[in-house]
């Protein structure tokens, strides 16, 4: 029986995962007793393979979720990392990963690890880590796979700062500090989203004034231009997320304006924003008020769900022949913790969970609380299966969708 779409589903609260068969509901694989980082998120990597950090554990976990299929674990390697994970990325050919560290459930940055791992090192784990500096920092690992820079992008003050993975793994034992090979300042202090382009090197960090870029060159980084977020006649507002649609050639962020307190987030205005890489044409497309976040890349399609006290929805934008275009916006049932007026939205509240393959139409909304994951089809517009799982999936839970051979991988930035 060939190979069908596999939906994997995290509770990072409950410490769940479980791996789905979309065909026909049926559960291939399950890990009890497994906390995945939600901010971390899944990382595609070649041979159907994908990766997340277990955030109680320390470990990156390498997951087959085909294997269960054949008789082989899902859990293929488990690699110990620095947590709490904050971001992963990995090189062009999966082979070379990056974790950074974050807050965590804390309220301040405390931590300045960063975790260098190589999947074919022989001898030893195959991980070392290292002290770097202070934040939240995002992370890309870009240029020739051979000796890829791993480029960390900071706030306060905003940088760029890159390392030779070659390096970091023959650093001392001991967290020792490493100090960069290249630096560029970044003009502001609000970085929020990465993105990688691996045929023309191109790296990308989100910020109030725009996506700057830069790319490898030699033994640094070398600065490029800044696409601003205004485009189509729209302007104001910033993104807090990146995501490559490799397939489309196209660099996707939703655009947040309006009101500054978190109070006010039902009032917040939400745009698709889209730059094509290769004719450099930028857009925006109105989605509508509330809490959009992140996006789901499908085949034609790119997915967004709309939080907002008089009812969510998910929304489908096309990515096919001609300009993009909203062309679905599909009612989400609601959820018995959603975030209320006069609250924030993320502070105690329930969230959503958006997923989609590369290679399919599927793409999958989690309700927060319920331990429910719909399922649409993005060529029709319709829900084509309600998945539900024995943990709550508080805080929205984490979600990855992947079909055979889609080559997710070439977004190689954890989501």
Aim: hydrophobic letters at 40%.
């Amino acid at each position: 029986m060939p190979l069908g779409p596999r939906l994997i589903v995290g509770d990072q609260v409950a410490g769940h995962i479980r791996v789905v068969d979309l065909r026909d509901g049926r559960t291939t694989a399950r890990l009890v007793g497994r906390h995945p980082a939600e901010h971390a998120g899944f990382l595609a990597l070649p041979r159907h393979r994908t990766a997340c950090v277990d955030d109680r554990a320390g470990e990156l976990l390498i997951l087959d979720p085909y294997g269960p299929d054949s008789g082989r674990p899902l859990i293929e390697r488990r690699i110990p990392v620095a947590v709490p994970a904050e971001h992963l990325a990995a090189d062009s050919t999966g082979r070379r990963i990056a974790v950074t560290t974050g807050l965590g459930r804390n309220w301040s940055a405390w931590s300045d690890q960063l975790t260098a791992v190589d999947l074919e090192a022989e001898g030893d784990a195959g991980a070392v880590r290292v002290r770097t500096r202070v934040g939240e920092p995002g992370v890309t690992v870009a240029g020739p796979p051979e000796d890829p820079l791993v480029v960390l992008r900071h706030r306060e003050p905003g940088e760029l700062t890159a390392y030779r993975h070659s390096a970091l793994m023959r650093a001392a034992p001991s967290c020792p500090p490493a100090e960069p090979v290249s630096a560029l300042s970044l003009p502001d202090d609000d970085g929020h989203g990465d993105a990688y382009d691996p045929p023309t090197g191109r790296l990308f960090a989100a910020a109030g004034s725009g996506v700057h870029t830069a790319r490898p060159d030699g033994g640094g980084l070398v600065a490029g231009e800044t696409i601003p977020w205004a485009a189509g006649g729209r302007g104001g507002g910033r993104g807090y997320y990146l995501r490559l649609d490799a397939a489309h050639r196209t660099l996707w962020s939703c655009v947040r304006s309006g009101p500054e307190a978190a109070e006010s987030w039902p009032d917040w205005a939400n745009d698709a924003w889209w730059h094509h890489l290769d004719s450099a044409t930028t857009g925006r497309l109105h989605l509508g008020p509330g809490l959009v976040f992140r996006l789901a890349v499908a085949a034609d399609h790119v997915a967004f769900s709309r939080v907002h006290p008089d009812g969510d929805e998910l929304l489908l934008v096309s990515t096919g022949d001609g300009p993009p275009a909203v062309t679905a916006r599909l009612p989400l049932p609601p959820m018995a913790g959603a975030p209320r007026r006069g609250g924030t939205p993320w502070d105690g509240v329930q969230r959503r969970a958006t997923a989609a393959s590369p290679g399919g139409s599927l793409v999958a909304v989690s309700r927060g609380g319920h331990g429910e994951v719909h399922v649409f089809d993005a060529a029709t517009a319709r829900q084509t299966a309600l998945v539900t799982v024995e943990t709550p999936l508080d805080e929205g839970g984490l979600l990855a969708l992947m079909t055979p051979d889609d080559e997710a991988h070439l977004d190689p930035v954890g989501r």
